[in-house]
């Protein structure tokens, strides 16, 4: 468990490295605990994380309620199936990978009237690829405008911002020139909507390179916590 400190240190170190000739305000470093165990956990949230990035719906159930005392912030990351909704908005402070009005309308509708707005970030198709969830990078200035005036009738839902997942590819160019684009795009819609603030992008082997074109949410897992453990039945990814 030392290990993970060291790794949270050491990536702590990178960040604000990285971060040198960005200029922003504070990069929030989200660490993703999918298939971890609760003590690995504990140990990273002891090192000063207390931001936890969960894709699998039933193990973040799990893990939430078994860490209830701790005060985390919980993240969901994956694909969002209309079915698993209500639970989503019941249990999580963010959703980073919204991409249809009627996944928005059933995460606002099932968000408790007790909690906050539910921050959410609209996930961006920036590779092109099929596989990947998200609005396609060309068409988004249009859904976008379209989802805000949406959410003036939304109000248990918070924009916070757009994320987006990189190809899986060894080009660099690729990644920059993707990252390029989704920060082109941050800085037209903060112009046009107030409360956006949030560019996520970035993960445990780009992170660096998001900051320097303009991530202020990089999302690791494996630089923190090594191979993950648990085996999980996949539930919405």
Not at 150 to 164: A, E, H, N, T, V
């Amino acid at each position: 468990m030392l290990s993970i400190s060291k790794n949270i240190s050491c990536i702590s170190q990178n960040i604000e490295e990285a971060n040198k000739s960005c200029f922003h305000e504070n990069i929030t470093l989200v660490a993703v605990s999918k298939g971890q165990s609760f003590d690995k956990i504990i140990t990273a949230f002891d090192a000063g994380i207390i931001n936890f990035g969960e894709n699998y719906l039933q193990e973040a159930i799990d893990k939430k309620l078994h860490l209830k005392q701790l005060a985390i912030q919980w993240h969901f990351l994956g694909p969002i199936q209309s079915n698993k909704c209500k639970l989503i908005a019941e249990n999580f402070d963010w959703v980073h990978s919204v991409d249809r009005l009627k996944i928005m309308k059933l995460l606002n509708d099932f968000r408790p009237v007790n909690a906050p707005p539910l921050n959410i970030c609209i996930q961006i198709n920036t590779s092109g690829e099929e596989t990947k969830s998200g609005i396609a990078i060309n068409n988004a200035q249009e859904y976008l405008n379209e989802f805000t005036e949406i959410l003036k009738d939304l109000p248990k839902l918070k924009l916070r911002g757009i994320m987006s997942i990189p190809s899986n590819t060894e080009d660099i160019n690729q990644v920059i020139n993707e990252f390029k684009s989704m920060h082109m795009l941050y800085v037209e819609l903060k112009k046009q909507i107030n409360p956006i603030d949030t560019l996520s992008m970035g993960m445990s082997n780009d992170f660096k390179l998001a900051i320097e074109y303009g991530s202020n949410l990089v999302r690791i897992g494996t630089a923190i916590f090594g191979a993950r453990e648990i085996k999980t039945k996949r539930s919405g990814n």
